[in-house]
């Protein structure tokens, strides 16, 4: 939304200053949240954890990711050289750290985001190598779950049934009680949140973590390219290039929305029904 207008209102303005931390802030947070949905992903493969084994590590991903994506974006506002200037400058599509200051751009964005994108990579081939070596262990269900077994998942659910191994004579049928549908329903009830606590979404764990990496990978591959032959030839990149750059930048959140709203719709859906369904149960127990 801001694009050229941050540096046509200078390099000390407060746009190009903003435009500049924001640039530096959130796609680092970007490529630090695809490794921890990469995490998610391992932790479902190798450890079997769980949907609600998952949700207890969000808290923890926020705390490290905006930590991690906004300390230096905020301590570079307040650098400035006697020579250099200030760290965000004009960039001529955008202000960003500025080509005075290349190497500390490199050292706290292109490198530590390229070696996040390294990491999740391996993990993404040790997660298809695990997959195809056990993929019997990983049962799919109609709903495209994932089916964890008891022994298996990180918060485990155990239903134990008693039932008695000396039976007596058979009772008198008008000594046998009435049937208690709302205990029954109980009972069933109990066991479906126990199957699902067992399950994680195929699609939600596996599939759109891979997806977006996928599209992470492809809108750093030109900006990277762009920034090496910056720091080589000493000289801003040929037009195509920056086109490139500022396309495939501005797009990256559309094509994440893309994915998401895409590999979502089914989740969705699937969630829908099976609110129907219990409601269905409920009214059906209570009869």
């Not at 004579?169 to 606590?197: H, T, V």
């Not at 959140?253 to 895409?262: P, S």
């Not at 699937?270 to 009214?283: K, M, V, W, Y």
């Amino acid at each position: 939304m801001i694009s050229t207008s941050g540096p046509a209102a200078g390099d000390l303005s407060s746009l190009c200053q903003f435009q500049g931390f924001a640039l530096q802030m959130f796609p680092v947070a970007d490529v630090l949240w695809t490794f921890a949905m990469a995490m998610d992903t391992y932790l479902v493969v190798f450890h079997h954890f769980d949907t609600q084994s998952l949700r207890k590590l969000e808290i923890k991903y926020t705390a490290v990711i905006t930590t991690l994506s906004f300390i230096p974006a905020f301590v570079f506002l307040f650098i400035r050289g006697q020579e250099k200037g200030a760290i965000y400058g004009d960039e001529t599509i955008w202000c960003s750290v500025s080509r005075k200051w290349m190497l500390l751009r490199i050292i706290f964005y292109y490198a530590p985001v390229w070696l996040i994108i390294v990491i999740v990579l391996m993990l993404y081939i040790l997660i298809g190598i695990e997959i195809t070596r056990v993929r019997d262990e990983f049962k799919l269900t109609d709903d495209d779950h994932i089916v964890l077994t008891s022994g298996n998942s990180a918060s485990s659910v155990t239903t134990t049934v008693e039932t008695n191994s000396k039976r007596g004579p058979a009772p008198d049928p008008e000594s046998i009680p009435p049937p208690q549908p709302p205990s029954a329903f109980k009972r069933s009830l109990a066991a479906y949140q126990a199957s699902k606590q067992r399950r994680v979404s195929l699609r939600q764990y596996v599939i759109m973590p891979s997806l977006f990496f996928l599209a992470m990978l492809t809108t750093w591959i030109a900006p990277t390219i762009n920034r090496i032959a910056e720091f080589v030839h000493h000289k801003h990149g040929t037009f195509p290039l920056l086109v490139s750059v500022s396309t495939l930048g501005s797009l990256r959140g559309f094509w994440n929305g893309v994915i998401f709203v895409t590999i979502g719709m089914k989740g969705w859906k699937r969630r829908a029904s099976e609110r129907r369904i219990a409601l269905r149960q409920t009214r059906d127990g209570h009869r």
